[in-house]
């Protein structure tokens, strides 16, 4: 079965500060991998996601990840974080086809001036 | 503007009560889905669609309902023998074979 584990629940930075958020995952094959953000009561809005190809994969607003196979990992970052990017972040894994994804338990992100 | 909504935001029932949550897309997706997303757990995968029709059970399908007649459309049922119905519920949409689910706003469903 397919998981993802996201081993950081809370973390915080100082604005201007670099980013990097932990994801893990179990596939039995070569993955579908997503990360997400969700503001506090909305919905969640897809940041980048990686398929095939370059396994560094650039997103919307700064943000980058990079799958690594030999790590079962897919860790998201952004060079300099601005206080705007304070909110939840989700990785998932999925397959192709209908993409039923597993997400991760998330990590909440604080942005401290 | 294409998106998904969902409706209401709030919702508030007394318990022993069904209650049917809204969803509609715009986008032309194929598959639709119904995630549950109680705090530290992530989001748990209710019911999914990929065609109109037809529906399959995800992890926690117990105590919930879905139909998909019409192919902008799946609303979800919470009955009443939904065991802890309060949560945030999310919807999502997604063209089938390729990467990615659009979600809606959500509905925070209370019940009292």
């Known amino acids: 079965a397919q998981s993802v584990t996201q081993p950081d629940i809370h973390i915080t930075v100082s604005e201007g500060a670099s980013l990097e958020l932990r994801c893990n995952y179990s596939y039995g094959a070569t993955p579908y991998l997503f990360w997400y953000v969700q503001s506090p009561g909305q919905g969640l809005q897809l940041l980048l996601k990686?398929?095939?190809?370059?396994?560094l994969v650039q997103g919307i607003k700064g943000f980058e990840a990079e799958f690594k196979r030999s790590q079962s990992s897919f860790n998201l970052r952004k060079p300099s974080v601005h206080w705007s990017d304070a909110a939840e972040y989700f990785c998932?894994?999925?397959?192709?086809?209908?993409?039923?994804?597993?997400f991760g338990i998330g990590t909440k992100l604080q942005v401290i001036p | 503007d294409g998106g998904i909504t969902q409706s209401p935001k709030y919702l508030f029932r007394k318990e022993g009560q069904n209650v049917t949550l809204s969803c509609e897309q715009n986008l032309n997706h194929d598959a639709m889905y119904w995630y549950r997303q109680d705090p530290g757990q992530g989001l748990r995968l209710i019911y999914y669609s990929q065609i109109v029709n037809d529906f399959q059970k995800g992890d926690i399908a117990e105590g919930y309902s879905v139909s998909r007649e019409k192919k902008e459309s799946f609303p979800l049922t919470v009955t009443s023998a939904q065991k802890n119905p309060t949560a945030f519920y999310l919807c999502?949409?997604?063209?089938?074979?390729?990467?990615?689910?659009?979600f809606g706003p959500g509905t925070r469903l209370t019940v009292l």
């Open positions: 999502a949409s997604s063209p089938l074979g390729q990467g990615g689910q659009f």
């Open positions: 998932a894994v999925g397959a192709g086809g209908y993409q039923k994804v597993t």
């Open positions: 990686y398929f095939s190809g370059d396994t």
